[in-house]
């Protein structure tokens, strides 16, 4: 990913084993010809679907895993609870399926849906819940939410897209739900050329996403009233790039978590409450997010970040709800609004120099303690 500051907030990062264990594999990929559906997509299927203990289906994005999954679940005419702290692109395409979208409150020291989730789906028509991790924080009560809900009949689909994966992942987060995806766009911490891989628990589901995901030979299906308007398909390009990410995932892991442990201890040096009670880093973490207590110390602090070269970004600019292109769109509240705009993701990714940690957090530390630097 490019960008015109000095220090930015996501650098997409190949190192060079991942470069070169996949430049030769692409060269072998350009003379077979084969582009999709080859052996490099079901070498990273059976490497997940080991390491997660789950049916792996990859496909071509995040969305397309999110939409797949859906379908999967006969998403229409079902009530889907998203966090209202959510990429307006899920909730619109639950609608767009014929789902009734429903936002959840958030916990502001998480960003993860309010544990008291259970008793907010008790109410809605055959809920489906979408659990999402947001930046890669994966909320302590997490695990026992998720199981509550399925316990009560609920079908879950964790988003991780975000998430970095730990050397065991069997029983971390994706698996926890009854559905889940991890991405592989240049924005997250497995870092690609795009991607995702969806996990199911079911072998008749993870079936159907995998039929499902080429519209090709499928006129049976139109014939039947069913609709296939793309291709959904992971490269194998990408199945390449993916694989030796996630096969080097300790490598990403190890440098996020020096920064971590950097910001964390300057942060925690100064006394300087960047991070709320409770929020303690995480190795899953694909984004160091911040809070700077309130909207108008945040857009002060981001301000003079960007005039010294360093971006940022806000959790989301208004909750998904608030947006009139989606068709229950709802009032905005104002302390969930104020969560957003306060709630700021600092630069984090594998490339970055501990001297450019030190700089960033003297300016996010200033910011809650002294106004900012001049």
Known sequence: MTTSHSIPIWRTYLSSPVRRQTHLEVANLLKSGRMVDGPLTERLEQTVQSAFDRHAVAVSSGMDAIELLFEAAEVRGRDVLIPANCFPSIPALADQLGARPRPVPVDPVHLAMAEHVPE????????????????????????????????????????????????????????????????????????????????????????????????????????????????RAITEFDAAVAYWQWHHRADTRGALHRLAATYTGLFGSSNCLALPIGRTAQDTWGRFTVDLATAAIARQARERMAKNGIATSVMFDL???????????????????????????IPYHPTMRIPDVHRVAEFVTDALIQGGPQ
């Not at 069997?170 to 050329?193: C, E, I, R, V």
């Not at 009139?324 to 104002?334: C, I, K």
Request: net charge neutral; aromatic share 8%; charged share 20%.
């Open 120 to 231: 907010l789906a008790a109410d809605a028509l055959r809920p489906i819940v979408v659990w999402v991790h947001h930046a890669g924080m994966v909320a302590p009560y997490a695990r026992r939410t998720i199981t509550t809900l399925r316990a009560s009949g609920h079908t879950v689909i964790e988003d991780c897209a975000y998430v970095l994966s730990g050397d065991h992942p069997a029983d971390g987060p994706g698996t926890w739900g009854d559905m889940a995806l991890f991405s592989y766009a240049p924005t997250k911490p497995l870092s690609g050329n795009g991607g995702a891989v969806a996990l199911l628990r079911d072998a008749a589901d993870a079936e159907q996403v995998s039929t499902r995901r080429s519209h090709s030979g499928q006129e049976h299906r139109w014939l039947g009233g069913d609709r296939f308007h793309r291709g």
């Open 319 to 345: 909750p998904w709800s608030g947006y009139s292109a989606l068709s229950r769109a709802q009032p905005v509240e104002n302390d969930l609004l104020e969560l957003l705009q306060r709630t700021v993701c």
